[in-house]
T-cell receptor, first 112, second 115 residues
Framework: QKEVEQNSGPLSVPEGAIASLNCTYS??????FFWYRQYSGKSPELIMS????GDKEDGRFTAQLNKASQYVSLLIRDSQPSDSATYLC????????????FGSGTRLSIRP | ETGVTQTPRHLVMGMTNKKSLKCEQH?????MYWYKQSAKKPLELMFV???????ENNSVPSRFSPECPNSSHLFLHLHTLQPEDSALYLC??????????????FGPGTRLLVL
């Protein structure tokens, strides 16, 4: 059973600090990884994708992938109250067909 | 806006009703998905269509019946639902190339309440 695990939180971070969200997955065959942000009552919104080991930066967001250790993380610099949301990690177990499995999400709260 | 629309946005139905959820994507994608999201649970994949063919049915009860008439439209027909089926139903689409870079884009969802 392929799994994606996240700490459910809530993770509370002061405004302006770095928020660090972590995700582990169970299978080394995984090919691609995604971070979605979901505000309460809304649908998931893609914010980052990463396919190879290392860091990928986009504005205040940095995704980090370590396939040997089977984890992917998301760093949010200069956290803003608008970053308060649930962050979903998703892993694409590509074999003969794309199959994306979502984690249960980490709730992030940015306190002013 | 992601280019994926869903109607209705909210739906209240009794257990004996029949209703349908509609999803439409304007992204030129070939794969479409139905997910269920219940409170405090991970997203649950229900059905996958790739080039109008159903490629996955994730052990979904028969009271949920999907229909994909073309690559741009996806329906979820509902009948004799149970209160525990109350959830947010999300539609998503992707290019359908079955590549590692396959990325899904979500619609706004339909909030369903079964009384």
């Amino acid at each position: 059973q392929k799994e994606v695990e996240q700490n459910s939180g809530p993770l509370s971070v002061p405004e302006g600090a770095i928020a660090s969200l972590n995700c582990t997955y169970s299978d080394r065959v995984s090919q691609s990884f995604f971070w979605y942000r979901q505000y309460s009552g809304k649908s998931p919104e893609l914010i980052m994708s990463i396919y190879s080991n290392g860091d990928k930066e986009d504005g205040r967001f940095t995704a980090q992938l370590n396939k040997a250790s089977q984890y992917v993380s998301l760093l949010i610099r200069d956290s803003q109250p608008s970053d308060s949301a649930t962050y979903l990690c998703a892993v694409n177990w590509y074999s003969s067909a794309s199959k994306i499995i979502f984690g249960s999400g980490t709730r992030l709260s940015i306190r002013p | 806006e992601t280019g994926v629309t869903q109607t209705p946005r909210h739906l209240v139905m009794g257990m004996t009703n029949k209703k349908s959820l509609k999803c439409e994507q304007h992204l030129g994608h070939n794969a479409m998905y139905w997910y269920k999201q219940s409170a405090k649970k991970p997203l649950e994949l229900m059905f996958v269509y790739n080039f109008k063919e159903q490629t996955e049915n994730n052990s979904v009860p028969s009271r949920f019946s999907p229909e994909c008439p073309n690559s741009s439209h996806l329906f979820l027909h509902l009948h004799t639902l149970q209160p525990e089926d109350s959830a947010l139903y999300l539609c998503a689409s992707s290019q359908g190339r079955n590549s590692p870079q396959e990325t899904q884009y979500f619609g706004p969802g339909t909030r369903l309440l079964v009384l």
